[in-house]
């Protein structure tokens, strides 16, 4: 009985130390955003798209794109290719169909607020977007690095379709 006890008892112990040892384990794997740091102008390193087929597409590039982002939690966020044609009309009310179609799919601007939860979930509630399907939404961006002066982000559901990894250096 004694040694059916003992077993018992070392059995719970060693339940109640594995669950300790799990618990701390996943605890720090959870580290919380310093939300204040988010506040500040920022310019695009790289902005990669992974398609669902896995195809990896880098849409905008070093310096083509900033995000501001207001401690009154309002903020807005360009990106614009350093690469558009320039319109043969001179006249952005006259550009011909590739000149307009190769501005909307290598540009993209919206405004709004924003709010960052302590497990970096950056929430965008977008006001105006020149993707208007955006226009009225929240967007959802994680978090995954966030010092004084770089920022990560990944995107669920990006404007192009797929996923989007965002890397921004703060301007200085």
């Known amino acids: 009985m004694n040694r059916v ?8 112990m060693l339940c109640v130390g594995i669950a300790l040892t799990m618990s701390n384990a ?8 310093d939300k204040t ?20 597409i880098q849409t905008f590039g070093p310096n083509d794109g900033m995000a501001i982002f207001n401690a009154n939690g309002t903020s807005v966020q360009v990106f614009v290719r350093s690469d558009l044609p320039k319109f043969a009309s ?11 179609k190769a501005i909307v799919q290598n ?20 006001e105006r977007c020149t993707f ?27 404007s192009v379709g797929g996923t989007a990894e965002l890397v921004w250096k703060r301007t200085k």
């Open 132 to 158: 208007p399907n955006f226009n009225g939404t929240d967007q959802k961006r994680l978090i995954t690095s966030l010092t004084a002066d770089e920022l990560k982000w990944h995107t669920p559901a990006a």
């Open 107 to 126: 540009s993209l601007a919206f405004f709004g607020t924003y709010t960052v939860s302590d497990d970096g979930t950056l929430t965008l509630h977008i």
């Open 26 to 33: 996943m605890a720090q794997g959870v580290s919380k955003i």
């Open 90 to 100: 001179n006249n952005r009310n006259t550009g011909s169909p590739d000149e307009n």
């Open 37 to 56: 740091k988010i506040v500040g102008s920022w310019t695009v390193v790289s902005a990669t798209v992974t398609t669902a087929d896995g195809k990896t």
């Open 5 to 12: 006890k003992l077993l018992g008892i070392t059995l719970a």
